[in-house]
């Protein structure tokens, strides 16, 4: 069965630095990959996604993500973190069969802290 | 208008009661989605349905039944609620293999 790995439940950042969330996954097909956001009170916001081609993926708010295949992973950077960054990060692989969207698995989530 | 919402956003109710929870949306898509977000388990699939005719089981479907009353609704039915059942419910809509799922603002159940 598929899944998602978040290594890091908490991660603290200081205001201007840069930020790396890891994802694993384990999928025995080529995966679709997504990485959500979360604030505070809020519902589920798409930050990019991966399906083919450039492994290098660019998302809304600066962040970028890279598919490495060879370590199973899809980790989110951010150059320069905002105070705003604050949030639960959500990295997620695509379910899909019969060539229908069977629903995503989720891990369990990075609780990002951004220190002034 | 939002192009996912639920109601209610927010329901307290007591063991044994059965609660029902709805999702509405105007994007046009022919799959949806209904999951449950505990804290420090990320979202885990409860149902999903391709079309009117087409419901699945997820990850964690004992417990709970789903109704597809028309392509723009998705029901998520607790017959007896137990406490165990307090979380964050989500309904997400899909438009193809390759879209994205777009997600609802939650609905908070607490169960007492």
Known sequence: AQSVTQPDIHITVSEGASLELRCNYSYGATPYLFWYVQSPGQGLQLLLKYFSGDTLVQGIKGFEAEFKRSQSSFNLRKPSVHWSDAAEYFCAVGLYSGGGADGLTFGKGTHLIIQP | ?112
């Not at chain 2, 307290?12 to 505990?38: A, F, N, P, V």
């Not at chain 2, 998705?74 to 994205?100: K, M, R, W």
């Open chain 2, 1 to 112: 208008d939002a192009d996912v919402t639920q109601t209610p956003r927010n329901r307290i109710t007591k063991t044994g009661k059965r609660i029902m929870l709805e999702c509405s949306q105007t994007k046009g898509h022919d799959r949806m989605y209904w999951y449950r977000q505990d804290p420090g388990l990320g979202l885990r699939l409860i149902y999903y349905s391709f079309d009117v005719k087409d419901i699945n089981k997820g990850e964690i479907s004992d417990g709970y039944s789903v109704s597809r009353q028309a392509q723009a609704k998705f029901s998520l039915s607790l017959e007896s609620a137990i406490p165990n059942q307090t979380a964050l419910y989500f309904c997400a809509t899909c438009g193809g293999v390759t879209d994205t799922q777009y997600f609802g603002p939650g609905t908070r159940l607490t169960v007492l």
